[in-house]
């Protein structure tokens, strides 16, 4: 979360001749947290951006299920339980939705008889994503439970929201479950599981200590879940996007065991017909 506060501030600089410019004329290259360069939107220093909001309303989530008499169990059924389910979608809408600092959010039917006009950037205030408008336009058509709640959108936010999961429950066998519904939460598309997947069994093999750096963690979290889709006889459209993701993230290993001596050139080789 103070990674994500740090980036905020100059997320989404796409042009990385321009914003290291911007960081050497500022006397920042070799310090660019919280350095002010956000073309998309700007919100206060500190804030984090909207991947580290879905990050702590999870949290916050899992947070209040815990007192002196709950057991992980109760924890549990605050993801897995209709009830629970429902909290978290009424969370999300509280905090994302137009009664939030995110703004106003119209239905669908709003903006087919009122279409908004493009708003000037950067924009004032945090910048919704784009799985989080399918999310509340969804609900507000009666999808109110998980999965159908879910977009068609498969970025980072599910790798984000999977964090608060692994930190709560790594070691315990439910664990992909769990992230497989944050995910749907907002996301139901598999190949956003896919991903989130893989990016928690990296994390809890770090938090468990069963791996020494990124690398092997990453070669890990790969070869379990390969050997889950090798003893698995489904070959449906969720094993297919499962086995995508294990075959993009080996080329993402291979890369790191080349030792790339620059960004550049590790993405220039992850582009490449390898």
Same mark, same amino acid.
């Given at each position: ?8 501030? %100059?997320?989404?600089? &796409? ?5 290291? !410019?911007?960081? /050497?004329? +500022?006397?920042?290259?070799?310090? =660019? ?7 998309? &939107? ?15 309303? @999870? ?12 057991? !992980? ?8 339980? $209709? ?8 969370? *999300?809408?509280?905090? *994302?939705?137009? #009664?939030?600092? &995110?703004?106003?959010?119209?239905? =669908? #039917? ?8 493009? =708003? ?12 989080? /408008? +399918? ?20 970025? *980072? ?13 790594? +070691? ?6 769990? $992230? ?14 896919? &991903? ?5 069994? @990296?994390?809890?093999? @770090? @938090? ?6 990124? =690398? ?18 489904? #070959? +449906? ?9 294990? $075959?993009?993230?080996?080329?993402? %290993? ?12 590790? $993405? ?5 017909? !390898?």
């Amino acid at each position: 979360l103070t990674g994500d506060a740090a980036a905020q501030t %100059s997320h989404w600089n &796409y042009d990385r001749a321009a914003y290291h !410019k911007a960081l /050497k004329h +500022g006397g920042r290259f070799d310090s =660019p947290e919280f350095f002010e360069s956000n073309q998309f &939107y700007v919100q206060p220093v500190g804030l984090q951006s909207c991947y580290g909001d879905q990050m702590v309303e @999870i949290a916050r989530h899992l947070a209040q299920l815990v007192d002196g008499r709950s057991s !992980k169990d109760d924890v549990v059924a605050g993801l897995t339980s $209709v009830d629970g389910q429902e909290a978290l979608i009424g969370r *999300f809408v509280k905090a *994302f939705g137009s #009664s939030s600092a &995110y703004g106003s959010w119209l239905t =669908p #039917s709003e903006r087919e008889s009122n279409p908004p006009p493009r =708003p000037d950037m950067p924009i004032a205030g945090p910048w919704r994503h784009g799985s989080l /408008k +399918g999310f509340l336009d969804n609900v507000s058509e009666g999808q109110g439970t998980i999965p159908e709640s879910g977009s068609d959108d498969s970025q *980072f936010d599910a790798v984000a929201r999977s964090i608060p999961v692994v930190c709560a429950f790594a +070691g315990d066998p439910r664990l992909l479950e769990l $992230v497989e519904i944050v995910v749907r939460l907002t996301q139901n598309t598999d190949i956003a599981v896919a &991903y989130a997947r893989l990016a928690a069994r @990296i994390l809890e093999s @770090i @938090i468990l200590g069963v791996a020494t750096d990124v =690398p092997s963690a990453l070669r890990m979290a790969i070869d379990a879940e390969n050997a889950d889709l090798d003893a698995n006889t489904d #070959s +449906g459209d969720q094993c297919k996007a499962r086995h995508e993701a294990c $075959v993009m993230l080996n080329i993402v %290993s291979e890369i790191l065991e080349l030792e790339p001596p620059s960004f550049e050139e590790a $993405v220039a080789a992850l582009g490449s017909d !390898k």
